[in-house]
């Protein structure tokens, strides 16, 4: 806070405040007693408090969510570290502080969930998570009065509930670069009556999202919607190069769909959330309209309707069959029709209907899965 007062009143004053919460919000000194807390709702159905870990001998209070990588690849050592050390007395609970309103769709980019509750709740069950997770984002008091820096964010407890460590899990997102057990090497010294060796280390991972931004969210909704829309006719050779994908070097969505398609229409804002999503990755999205070349204006007074700022295509001959054959040939005809093709042409998934949104994330998520580290 000093360092903002600096900068004079006036300028200050213009600061969002988002900006002076995240630097007034520092973590939780050594030795400090565990903020009590009392009423956080968890996936399990229950709501939470400090007390109802009172017999635990070493209680590790871990801050995470759903949507972001580093958390994400924390997931199985932290359930791996649960198993371990339960039976000699130490328990294990995760919250959540992030704000889902304050988290912008580029920043999901890497998950098939949000930070919501509800979706809390389908993390934990598709995981199997056997921590408590429990969620902050409504008001964020417990977050703060911890001090997590970003997810995940570990916080070890001796038996008085005095802070013995603070900080990372271990020193690599990554398990095969992991050197130093940090979180389980604090767990070891405790449980053996040892001053823990190394008390305090970095937490590394997604920032915190605090709330106080939606208004930059807003700013950021308003930019996707004034990107322009376009559409491009299609031929035959356009579409069996759409569906061959040999020279993209991307995860590539297509969307068959028409004006007058019901389900296309419902299931359309989905696939234009998806290719926010995850367009900054190897990944697109194209849209083919299985409209007549001549309703081209109708097609994208819908497009720009639905802001698909993304690659859009319309059939662009009067003989459908003959374009669907180029595409692909055991595609019945019927819509919509949906298709997830990997570099090369592989078909990672197909839908034939209206797509399950989740579902289909989910296999981006998987085929992109290691894209960021090559």
Not at 48 to 59: E, Q, R, W
Not at 220 to 225: D, T
Not at 251 to 256: D, E, G, K, P, W
Not at 340 to 349: Q, R, T
Request: net charge positive.
């Amino acid at each position: 806070m000093k360092r903002l007062a600096a900068l004079g009143p006036l300028l200050l004053a213009l600061l969002p405040a988002s900006a002076l919460a995240a630097e007034e919000i520092q973590p939780l000194p050594l030795g400090a007693s565990a903020p009590d807390f009392a009423g956080l709702p968890a996936v399990d159905g229950r709501s939470y408090a400090l007390k109802d870990f009172a017999s635990a001998k070493v209680l590790v209070v871990v801050f995470t969510c759903n949507h972001c990588p580093t958390a994400q690849y924390f997931e199985e050592r932290l359930k791996r570290i649960v198993v371990d050390y339960k039976g000699k007395g130490v328990a294990v609970v995760a919250i959540s502080p992030n704000d889902p309103g304050s988290v912008r769709l580029d920043e999901l980019g890497y998950t098939d969930l949000s930070d919501s509750f509800e979706e809390m709740k389908i993390r934990a069950r598709a995981r199997q998570y056997n921590f408590p997770y429990l969620y902050d984002g409504e008001k964020e008091a417990i977050s703060k009065a911890y001090g997590p820096a970003a997810t995940p964010h570990a916080f070890v407890f001796d038996a008085g509930r005095k802070l013995r460590y603070v900080g990372r899990i271990d020193d690599s997102e990554r398990p095969e670069f992991v050197k130093v057990h940090d979180l389980r090497n604090a767990l070891d010294d405790l449980l053996a009556g040892r001053e823990v060796a190394v008390k305090e280390t970095k937490s590394f991972g997604c920032s915190i999202k605090w709330g106080g931004k939606l208004e930059s969210v807003r700013l950021f909704m308003a930019k996707l919607a004034a990107e322009p829309v376009s559409v491009a006719l299609a031929d035959a050779a356009a579409l069996r190069a759409l569906r061959k994908n040999e020279d993209s070097g991307k995860l590539r969505l297509v969307n068959f769909w028409a004006t007058w398609c019901g389900p296309c229409i419902t299931e359309f804002p989905e696939l234009v959330t998806i290719n926010r999503m995850y367009r900054h990755r190897a990944f697109e999205m194209v849209t083919v309209a299985a409209n007549y070349p001549d309703e081209e204006k109708q097609v994208l007074a819908f497009l720009t309707k639905k802001e698909a700022s993304g690659k859009n295509l319309l059939f662009g001959g009067t003989d459908k069959y003959k374009l669907i054959e180029a595409f692909d040939p055991s595609w019945n005809g019927a819509l919509p029709y949906t298709l997830l093709i990997a570099p090369g042409g592989a078909v990672v998934a197909k839908q034939q209907g209206e797509i399950d949104a989740l579902e289909l994330k989910r296999a981006i998520v998987r085929s992109l899965k290691e894209d960021r580290f090559k």
